[in-house]
């Protein structure tokens, strides 16, 4: 399990998790901006939950509201 950098909420990251060859949800989510992440919170050390990884894209602009 992970812990969201933002929240703090666990969660399951298919990469950081050591699941060799499997895409993880987030590789389904835009390219976010890294100055988008930085601002968050982000520092490309670990990985956002679900919920605020697509907050922060929706912010970005790149999911609907």
Do not use: I, R, Y
């Given at each position: 399990?992970?812990?969201?950098?933002?929240?703090?909420?666990?969660?399951?990251c298919a990469m950081a998790?050591?699941?060799?060859?499997?895409?993880?949800?987030?590789?389904?989510?835009?390219v976010i901006p890294a100055?988008?992440?930085?601002?968050?919170?982000?520092?490309?050390?670990?990985?956002?939950?679900?919920?605020?990884?697509?907050a922060i894209a929706r912010?970005?602009?790149?999911?609907?509201?």
């Open positions: 399990m992970s812990d969201c950098v933002k929240c703090g909420k666990s969660f399951h998790d050591g699941e060799n060859g499997q895409a993880c949800w987030c590789t389904a989510v835009p100055s988008a992440l930085a601002a968050a919170g982000g520092d490309g050390s670990a990985c956002f939950c679900p919920d605020c990884l697509q912010g970005a602009g790149l999911l609907p509201p």
